[in-house]
Every structure is written in structure tokens, then in C-alpha cells.
């Protein structure tokens, strides 16, 4: 198992644990998030297990099932009205189906997703975005620091922006072999980031437990 | 070998930057909302501090209107009645001439009385003043003081009337009422003119009476009863965000000038 997988798993504990204040904030769906990243991860890591030649399969789906999940998740923080909903579920919708589309037909199960992987990151990054700034615009008063919204989607605009690059250009690394300290591009980037994203969804479920009790 | 390492380095390049700049949002957000929070704080301390001065300007209104209450009562009502009372007791009822004398003077006493009272119900009631407006309710008390017969008074008011907030007509109001008890009081004045001006921005109020005036202090502190009132009257007005001016010299009368900005409901 991996180190940043510790977090995950802590991560999904916690949210468990702080179920009713992710209730309390509309957030409940990131248990299902976080309960597909952690099994997708353990299948990646005992893929020779099951006698796969490689874990690219639990990991295409989980950008399918991921996807879906953040999709709602973002619908639910970003409360939308009548047209500007309407416009991001076409946009969710149009992301979902090119998703499907390059699992079937273009880049396969067998090969990782990146253009489906770059598409997901960019709409994160925009979403998250979007939520930053409603959150800035908001007329109530905000301390940023103990807000789980912002904490949310603070951590997974850098995380998107991290594995952006770095799963973007996944089959370009494993092909050059590239590495940094011999040790793969890869393993080097995408742990920290990993370990920032739980960590911080840990601190965002614990004060939205917080926040609903009192 | 060297392009490889040249690749990696533009790489993780690419990546420190991308994060710097989603760093650099995310700390440009955070400075911007805490500018916004600091502006938010203060803004409810200003609203909590205008509502406090509110509370402060409606109780000083009431205690002076308590005084004038008290002041009606006993110069006015009081006197009546003690008079109507006098004429009761000392009526001789085998004089059956004098007897009715006393009664019809009694009873145009307690009618005056009763109309006196009706005023001053009048001049209290607050929503009286929302229903026929401000002009109109300034417009009333100097009918009042026309009545008495020792005033001359005139009234003009513009066109296009329109109406501030209530509680604002009310300190305005209060603040008329309290310069033309001024007048009656001190000013020894014949004659009382008021002029209502609605502009486009502002309501611009003139007070004006042909009294006895005063030397205005050079010196603000000074502490004297038309000081102390005109310093009540300056907080009030500023708290409703308008100005007001007194100009007078002995002999001369006395100008008092009140502005107030438009404000919506």
C-alpha cells in the first residue's frame, strides 16, 4: 500500500465519522467520492492479484464514477439556479459522454484515459474556481480558512492542476522512462499532492462537523 | 540522456507554475475576502452605532417631549381647570345672574381645555405625522400657533412633495417642533415663517422669526440653553445625514436652515 493512501483511507473515515455535518453542508456525496477513490485504489494496488497486466481498467472507470460523483458534488456547493444549471449539466453531461466514448472507442480499457483525465481536470479546475469566487462574492462573513467549501475546492484546484501535467502526460512519462532522483516522474509528483488533498478534506469535514454543532 | 533531463525539468516546470498561480489565486481571494470582511465588520459596527445613536436621539426626543407635556399641563390645562375649579367654588347659587355667568365661563373654559388637549394628542401622535406627511404636520403646528392670536405666521411649501423614511420625518419634525417652542419661549417674536423646499436631492426647511435673536458664541463649547439645544439638534440632523444652520443677531430674529439629502423608503 501506499503512503498517501493512509490519508485516503483516513480521509473516508472521517467522513463518516462528520456525516451529519457534511449533511448540515450539502457535501454528504463525497463519502461516495471518497469510498470510489479508495476502493479504485486499493484494486489498482493488487491488480497482480487479479491477474491484470496493468491497473489502467479500475482506474478508467473511477474517472467515469469519479467524474459523476464530483459533477453532483459541485452542482450541490455551486447552487445553481434554473438556466445556469441547465448549462452545467450540459456541460457535466457532454464531459460524461466524451468519457464513455473514449472508454469504448477511442483510448480503450486497456490504455490510461489522459484526454478524458485532461478534460475532468480542466472542468475541475473551472468548477472550483467558479466556487471561489461565489464564495468571495458572498454577502455573508466569511473567515476562508474555516470554510470547508473553501477548503474543498482550494485543494482540489491544486490537485487538479498538479495531476493535470502530470496524468496528462502519463503515457509520455512511462514511455521516456522519465524520472527525477531515479525515481519515477510520477511517484514523485502525485504522492504530495495526494497527501495535501486528503489531509485538507480531513481538516473541511471536521469543521463542517464542527460548524453544524453549533 | 540530456534531453530526457531537459524534458523533466520543463515538466516539473510547468507543473510549479501552474500551482504557483493556483496558489497565487487562491491567496489574492483570501486577501480580497479578508479586505471584504474588514469592510462587512465595519459597516455593522456603523449600522450598530447608528441604531444605538437612534435609540439615543428617540429617547432625548421623548424626554423633551415629556417636558413639554408637563409644560402644557401646567401652563395651560392646569390653569384651566384651577380657573374652572375657582369659578365652581365660588359660585353664589341664590345669585342666579352670577351663577350662569360663571357656569358659560366655565364651560368655554373646559371647551378650549378639551380642544388644547386634542392638540397635543395631535403633536404626539408619530403615525399622525406618517398619515398627513410632514409638510402637512408642520403646516398644523403653526395653525396652533396662529390660534393663540400672538403669532403671525406664514407657510410655503414646493411641489412635488415626496416622503423620507418614517423615523426620519419624525426626528425632522421633532427637531421643528423644538425651534418654534424655541421661538415661543425665548424669541419674543410676532411673526413665524417656515418655508419647505423639495429639490430633486435634498428637502431644505427654513425657520424663520422676526424675535428678539442672540449673539452667537464664537465659541462652539460654550455651554448656554440655546447651545445645548442647537448641539441636540446638529446631532440629530447629522444622524439622519442632514445639516442644519441657525444664523441670528440681536435684534434681527432668527434663520434656521435644515437640509436633508432624499433619501428612499
Same mark, same amino acid.
Given at each position: 500500500?501506499?503512503?498517501?493512501?493512509?490519508?485516503?483511507?483516513?480521509?473516508?473515515?472521517?467522513?463518516?465519522?462528520?456525516?451529519?455535518?457534511?449533511?448540515?453542508?450539502?457535501?454528504?456525496?463525497?463519502?461516495?467520492?471518497?469510498?470510489?477513490?479508495?476502493?479504485?485504489?486499493?484494486?489498482?494496488?493488487?491488480?497482480?492479484?487479479?491477474?491484470?497486466?496493468?491497473?489502467?481498467? +479500475?482506474?478508467?472507470?473511477?474517472?467515469?464514477?469519479?467524474?459523476?460523483?464530483?459533477?453532483?458534488?459541485?452542482?450541490?456547493?455551486?447552487?445553481?439556479?434554473?438556466?445556469?444549471?441547465?448549462?452545467?449539466?450540459?456541460?457535466?453531461?457532454?464531459?460524461?459522454?466524451?468519457?464513455?466514448?473514449?472508454?469504448?472507442?477511442?483510448?480503450?480499457?486497456?490504455?490510461?484515459?489522459?484526454?478524458?483525465?485532461?478534460?475532468?481536470?480542466?472542468?475541475?479546475?473551472?468548477?472550483?474556481?467558479?466556487?471561489?469566487?461565489?464564495?468571495?462574492?458572498?454577502?455573508?462573513?466569511?473567515?476562508?480558512?474555516?470554510? +470547508?467549501?473553501?477548503?474543498?475546492?482550494?485543494?482540489?484546484?491544486?490537485?487538479?492542476?498538479?495531476?493535470?501535467?502530470?496524468?496528462?502526460?502519463?503515457?509520455?512519462?512511462?514511455?521516456?522512462?522519465?524520472?527525477?532522483?531515479?525515481?519515477?516522474?510520477?511517484?514523485?509528483?502525485?504522492? +504530495?499532492?495526494?497527501?495535501?488533498?486528503?489531509?485538507?478534506?480531513?481538516?473541511?469535514?471536521?469543521?463542517?462537523?464542527?460548524?453544524?454543532?453549533? | 540522456?540530456?534531453?530526457?533531463?531537459?524534458?523533466?525539468?520543463?515538466?516539473?516546470?510547468?507543473?510549479?507554475?501552474?500551482?504557483?498561480?493556483?496558489?497565487?489565486?487562491?491567496?489574492?481571494?483570501?486577501?480580497?475576502?479578508?479586505?471584504?470582511?474588514?469592510?462587512?465588520?465595519?459597516?455593522?459596527?456603523?449600522?450598530?452605532?447608528?441604531?444605538?445613536?437612534?435609540?439615543?436621539?428617540?429617547?432625548?426626543?421623548?424626554?423633551?417631549?415629556?417636558?413639554?407635556?408637563?409644560?402644557?399641563?401646567?401652563?395651560?390645562?392646569?390653569?384651566?381647570?384651577?380657573?374652572?375649579?375657582?369659578?365652581?367654588?365660588?359660585?353664589?347659587?341664590?345669585?342666579?345672574?352670577?351663577?350662569?355667568?360663571?357656569?358659560?365661563?366655565?364651560?368655554?373654559?373646559?371647551?378650549?381645555?378639551?380642544?388644547?388637549?386634542?392638540?397635543?394628542?395631535?403633536?404626539?401622535?408619530?403615525?399622525?405625522?406618517?398619515?398627513?406627511?410632514?409638510?402637512?404636520?408642520?403646516?398644523?403646528?403653526?395653525?396652533?400657533?396662529?390660534?393663540?392670536?400672538?403669532?403671525?405666521?406664514?407657510?410655503?411649501?414646493?411641489?412635488?412633495?415626496?416622503?423620507?423614511?418614517?423615523?426620519?420625518?419624525?426626528?425632522?419634525?421633532?427637531?421643528?417642533?423644538?425651534?418654534?417652542?424655541?421661538?415661543?419661549?425665548?424669541?419674543?417674536?410676532?411673526?413665524?415663517?417656515?418655508?419647505?423646499?423639495?429639490?430633486?436631492?435634498?428637502?431644505?426647511?427654513?425657520?424663520?422669526?422676526?424675535?428678539?435673536?442672540?449673539?452667537?458664541?464664537?465659541?462652539?463649547?460654550?455651554?448656554?440653553?440655546?447651545?445645548?439645544?442647537?448641539?441636540?439638534?446638529?446631532?440629530?440632523?447629522?444622524?439622519?445625514?442632514?445639516?442644519?444652520?441657525?444664523?441670528?443677531?440681536?435684534?434681527?430674529?432668527?434663520?434656521?436652515?435644515?437640509?436633508?439629502?432624499?433619501?428612499?423608503?
Amino acid at each position: 500500500m501506499k503512503f498517501y493512501q493512509y490519508f485516503q483511507y483516513l480521509s473516508f473515515l472521517i467522513a463518516i465519522f462528520c456525516y451529519k455535518g457534511l449533511k448540515f453542508f450539502n457535501i454528504s456525496f463525497i463519502i461516495i467520492f471518497l469510498l470510489i477513490s479508495c476502493t479504485t485504489e486499493t484494486i489498482a494496488t493488487l491488480y497482480k492479484f487479479f491477474g491484470w497486466k496493468s491497473n489502467y481498467l +479500475p482506474y478508467n472507470i473511477y474517472l467515469f464514477a469519479s467524474s459523476l460523483v464530483v459533477f453532483i458534488l459541485f452542482d450541490r456547493m455551486l447552487s445553481l439556479k434554473m438556466l445556469s444549471r441547465q448549462v452545467f449539466w450540459g456541460i457535466a453531461s457532454l464531459c460524461l459522454l466524451f468519457i464513455t466514448l473514449n472508454l469504448f472507442f477511442l483510448q480503450g480499457f486497456n490504455n490510461f484515459n489522459t484526454y478524458s483525465l485532461i478534460i475532468i481536470e480542466i472542468l475541475n479546475i473551472f468548477f472550483c474556481c467558479l466556487i471561489l469566487l461565489q464564495l468571495a462574492k458572498s454577502d455573508k462573513i466569511i473567515i476562508f480558512l474555516h470554510d +470547508p467549501y473553501f477548503l474543498i475546492s482550494a485543494s482540489l484546484l491544486l490537485f487538479s492542476l498538479g495531476t493535470l501535467v502530470v496524468l496528462g502526460l502519463q503515457d509520455f512519462i512511462l514511455k521516456n522512462k522519465l524520472k527525477l532522483l531515479q525515481i519515477n516522474l510520477y511517484r514523485v509528483i502525485m504522492p +504530495p499532492l495526494n497527501i495535501i488533498l486528503y489531509s485538507t478534506f480531513s481538516v473541511a469535514f471536521i469543521l463542517c462537523r464542527k460548524h453544524a454543532q453549533l | 540522456m540530456q534531453e530526457t533531463r531537459t524534458v523533466v525539468i520543463v515538466i516539473i516546470a510547468v507543473i510549479i507554475v501552474l500551482l504557483f498561480l493556483g496558489i497565487f489565486f487562491l491567496i489574492t481571494l483570501t486577501y480580497y475576502n479578508s479586505q471584504k470582511r474588514k469592510l462587512m465588520n465595519e459597516k455593522l459596527l456603523m449600522q450598530s452605532t447608528f441604531h444605538q445613536e437612534l435609540l439615543k436621539t428617540q429617547l432625548e426626543i421623548q424626554e423633551q417631549t415629556f417636558l413639554n407635556i408637563s409644560q402644557e399641563i401646567h401652563d395651560n390645562i392646569g390653569q384651566a381647570l384651577s380657573f374652572v375649579k375657582l369659578n365652581i367654588n365660588t359660585v353664589d347659587v341664590y345669585n342666579p345672574e352670577d351663577t350662569r355667568a360663571k357656569l358659560l365661563e366655565s364651560k368655554d373654559l373646559l371647551t378650549k381645555t378639551i380642544q388644547d388637549l386634542r392638540d397635543l394628542s395631535k403633536t404626539l401622535n408619530t403615525s399622525f405625522i406618517q398619515d398627513i406627511g410632514l409638510a402637512a404636520a408642520i403646516e398644523q403646528q403653526l395653525f396652533f400657533l396662529k390660534k393663540t392670536g400672538l403669532f403671525v405666521t406664514s407657510f410655503r411649501v414646493s411641489e412635488n412633495i415626496y416622503k423620507n423614511p418614517p423615523q426620519t420625518e419624525i426626528v425632522l419634525y421633532r427637531i421643528v417642533q423644538e425651534l418654534l417652542n424655541n421661538i415661543v419661549r425665548h424669541a419674543e417674536a410676532t411673526s413665524i415663517n417656515i418655508q419647505m423646499n423639495y429639490l430633486a436631492d435634498k428637502l431644505v426647511i427654513r425657520v424663520s422669526d422676526n424675535g428678539k435673536g442672540f449673539l452667537q458664541s464664537s465659541n462652539p463649547g460654550e455651554k448656554n440653553d440655546m447651545g445645548l439645544g442647537l448641539k441636540n439638534m446638529l446631532s440629530r440632523m447629522t444622524m439622519i445625514h442632514g445639516l442644519i444652520s441657525v444664523e441670528s443677531a440681536p435684534g434681527k430674529g432668527t434663520t434656521a436652515l435644515m437640509e436633508l439629502p432624499k433619501q428612499t423608503q
